[in-house]
């Protein structure tokens, strides 16, 4: 049987950097996110027996080495739970724009959990597959859910993912400014390992993301994005501060993202609400509200170009089809 998944990439809000247990992938912190509506990925799993390895298509293009044996890693943890052997074709793409950086390990693995459990014969609840993801990335656990969704610390059984506010239907949008479409040097894997390892804030780390989580939470229960956002892009600072303080020291952010990060500081200074969050790399998401979309905007083309600025909002969780596309 083919099945065929979609999953929306997440935003963290509380970011998730660095794992309590690397071999099942537990994180020290909670995380909070916002899963996204503008950027998915869709893929498609059949498992077949006349298959001598498991095949892995991304974008059009066959995947050989260490992508193929991510996916493949992640089938074994399928086909363990399942109790079956044969290998599996899988086809992925990632609709986010051409080269824009943005593919996403946790809509990546979250589209994978739910398509191949399904084609091994599972039938997951979103807790079992929000678990499964996690064996991917942990990133994934969140994707499963829409809206609001948080990530809490545990063991194999409890760590796992959870909607927080499933329908985000108020007003809130994240503007994705690209800043850079190329391969990071540091990936967040290593990255978030070297700074816990090495990083004397770290510890200061975990201890203030620990406030913030109740803090975010009950900011989100109110529609409230001006906490959301002040407790968002202090949590995404500190946590670059973790890199830049590890020994050595590495860094994601380029001149241009402190560009539009010092451009939300100065639009605050003027009565807008604009926070800044940044991942494991350049580009920079603005957390606001959509009335001031054209005035950010304005501000923003004083920095980059239109065609780098993409709005994103609140989108939907996992979707799980039997055939081979999302109807
Ligand atoms: C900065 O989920 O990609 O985006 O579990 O090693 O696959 P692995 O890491 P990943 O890390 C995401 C880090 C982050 C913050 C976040 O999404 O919470």
Redesign the pocket.
Known sequence: MHFTARAHT?I?LL???G?ADTAI?TPTTT?I?LTLDEFYTDTTVWFDESLTTDKFILDNEVMTGHALQKVSQFLNVVRRQADITSYASVISTNHVPTAAGLAS??SAFAALAGAASKAAGLDLTLTELSRLARHG????TRSVFGGFAQWTPGDDTTSVGSPLLADADWPIQLMTVVINDQQKAVG??AG?QHAMATSPFYDLWVKTANEQVNQMITAIHNHDITTIGQIAEANALQ?HATNMTAVPPFNYLTDKSWEVILMAQELRQKGIPVYATM??GPNVKLISNPADTEVIKESLLSVVSDNQIINAHPGPGIQINAGDSIC
């Open positions: 997440n963290a970011k998730y950097w794992k992938i995380s996110s390990s946790a990335s942990g990133s994934a967040s894997r978030m946590m991942d494991a």
